[in-house]
């Protein structure tokens, strides 16, 4: 039973760069999501999928680019890395519905030097 | 849009002390309620939920109970142990515009718990 799982765990990066953060769930669950956690701010949405194909915008997606060709897989791309992006970043999926509850994978501290 | 308001933190109880974290919301419609627990270097998972008004969730000796007339939903324990010490976060979920639906999370609570 792999779940939810996401790498790398640690990324230093720096300024200007691209990265990607990749999240892959073995259940088939249909939505998932991409958080970031910082202090003072709990956590944050980015984007989430509703299917393979459909993404949506969250609470703060500017900087960051979103794919999901495959129902699996949700990797997050960071375009040209900023020092404001340092955070912790979460992949959650879910089966849908409101009552559902969200499985989150172990997070990638992300550092932007 | 919809938002949580949770009681700031750090909150430091000693062991077998009583707890309540404080959450509210605003919202339309008739969102679910949750509360999530992260402990140190983990992700988030599931600690209780309630769908609809006047249910209580419950789950390893925590509660909170769905108010829908005070768009409340406090956390407690009757009891705290040291293995309790983590952040939690109250979350409602709730259908966005497009009809898909989204959670949202109130910033977290860190306790710690002291022998």
């Known amino acids: 039973d792999a779940g939810i799982t996401q790498s790398p765990r640690y990324k230093i990066t720096e300024t200007g760069r691209q990265v990607t953060l990749m999240c892959h769930q073995t259940w088939s669950h249909s939505y998932m999501f991409w958080y970031r956690q910082d202090l003072g701010h709990g956590l944050r949405l980015i984007y989430y999928?509703?299917?393979?194909?459909?993404?949506d915008k969250g609470e703060v997606p500017d900087g960051y680019v979103v794919s999901r060709s495959k129902t699996e897989n949700f990797p997050l791309t960071l375009e040209s890395a900023t020092r404001s992006q340092t955070s912790v970043y979460f992949c959650?999926?879910?089966?849908?519905?409101?009552?559902?509850?969200?499985?989150f994978g172990s997070g990638t501290q992300l550092s932007v030097l | 849009g919809d938002s949580v308001t949770q009681m700031e933190g750090p909150v430091t109880l000693s062991e077998e002390a009583f707890l309540t974290i404080n959450c509210t919301y605003t919202?339309?419609?008739?969102?679910?309620l949750f509360w999530y627990v992260q402990y140190p270097g983990e992700g988030l998972q599931l600690l209780l939920k309630a769908t609809k008004a006047d249910d209580k969730g419950s789950n390893k000796g925590f509660e909170a109970t769905y108010r829908k007339e005070t768009t409340s939903f406090h956390l407690e324990k009757g009891s705290v142990q040291v293995s309790d010490s983590a952040v939690y976060f109250c979350a409602l979920s709730g259908y966005s515009g497009a009809g898909s639906y989204q959670l949202t999370f109130g910033k977290g609570t860190k306790l710690s718990v002291i022998p």
């Open positions: 919202a339309t419609g008739y969102p679910s």
């Open positions: 999928s509703a299917a393979a194909d459909i993404t």
């Open positions: 959650a999926s879910s089966t849908g519905g409101t009552n559902e509850k969200l499985f």
